[in-house]
């Protein structure tokens, strides 16, 4: 069995700015094991990327873990100093960022930035680093790998260049990758080849992955396990098949019915979530996604509920649950 490699319990991550806190991680819990894939889904501003900078020690100013506890690989990342986290970045745990244009310094050659990896953080010399540089440019896929060592980023397509970030971020084959939006910018031929090309990497080296993305397609794909973040929580968590054909958050049903289906009849609408995200600085008391939901309890504003365990791979924080729960048990229905 898979020992737990990362077990973040009731993360709190608050950005300080002159108009007030903003509470962009507010108490999130989760665990994945060696070789698992995990996605973490939602709409911008839900506390995706900042959940996975928080692993990495890389939340910038002025935001600060404000609470929680981060253990991975033996670490705990809270006490951890900064020389000691840039140790263990790129070396066990690596991410792939969401632009590789503004990832990737442009004044140096696309080979140099991968042999300042493999130099920082392995015991290789120049030349065996140049080689392990070309050798991992082949693995990305990216052909005449000796000819790209030698240009720069703005030389490169974008799935080159996304395919060299991935390249960077395997240099030392870390135990965890995190993929921040890695094909947002890329069109759909490239999409597929990036994310065949994780998969691929992810077998050989037995690495677990945090895949962060608005994309349920990409997510339909490639993950085993699925998070449903919304305001800085977690909305919903389980399974493939738990998320795509048993969701119970409403706001996880308005995430799979905004997706384009093959089965659609011609000129059928999609059915958007109506609203606007959550104002992170006056969160709502209760449920964030209360304000846009259609099934809105007077509970729902004032107290975020408990999660309700569906099954042993399945959990979902909503008032709707805990009422059918309740009316189940008692034979009673209850009022609002």
């Keep these: 069995m898979s020992k737990v490699l990362l077990d973040i319990r009731n993360l709190k991550v608050s950005f300080f700015t002159p108009a007030g806190e903003v509470k962009a991680v507010n108490d999130v819990s989760f665990s994945i094991n060696e070789g698992d ?3 973490i889904v939602g709409e911008s501003g ?3 990327s900042v959940t996975a900078y928080s692993i ?4 910038p100013f002025p935001g600060k873990i404000v609470g929680g506890t981060i253990d991975f690989n033996g670490h705990r990342i809270n006490d951890m100093t900064e020389k000691e986290l840039r140790s263990m970045r790129g070396n066990e745990v690596s ?3 969401q632009d590789p244009m503004t990832s990737l310094n442009p004044v140096y050659t696309i080979g140099n930035q991968i042999k300042e990896v493999i ?3 392995t015991n290789l010399n120049r030349k065996q680093a140049n080689e392990r540089a070309i050798e991992l440019l082949k693995l990305v896929g ?3 790998p000796e000819k790209r060592m030698k240009q720069y980023p703005h030389e490169l397509s974008g799935g080159m260049r996304q395919r060299v970030m991935i390249a960077i971020a395997l240099a030392c084959e870390p135990k965890l990758l995190i993929a921040d939006e890695p094909t947002t910018a890329l069109d759909v031929t490239i999409q597929a080849q990036i994310m065949e090309l994780m998969t691929e990497l992810k077998n050989k080296i037995n690495m677990a992955i945090i895949l962060i993305t608005h994309d349920l397609g990409i997510v339909s794909r490639m993950c085993e396990k699925i998070i449903v973040m919304y305001g800085g929580k977690i909305m919903e968590q389980g399974t493939i098949d738990d998320i795509f054909y048993n969701p119970k958050h409403e706001y996880t049903k308005g995430l799979l019915r905004s997706i384009p289906k093959l089965t659609a009849k011609e000129h059928e609408k999609l059915i ?3 609203g606007t995200p959550v104002d992170m600085l006056n969160p709502p008391a209760g449920c964030p996604f209360a304000p846009r939901c259609k099934k809105c309890m007077k509970i729902c504003l004032k107290k975020m509920p408990e999660y309700t365990k569906i099954s042993d791979t399945h959990y979902s924080a909503c008032w709707l649950l805990q009422k059918e729960e309740y009316e189940k048990s008692t034979g009673v229905i209850k009022g609002e």
């Design 56 to 59: 990495m020690g890389l939340i």
């Design 46 to 48: 839900s506390g995706k």
């Design 37 to 39: 894939v995990l996605g």
């Design 272 to 274: 958007p979530i109506e």
């Design 142 to 144: 990216i052909n005449e």
């Design 119 to 121: 130099l920082l953080h």
């Design 95 to 97: 991410i792939i960022f």
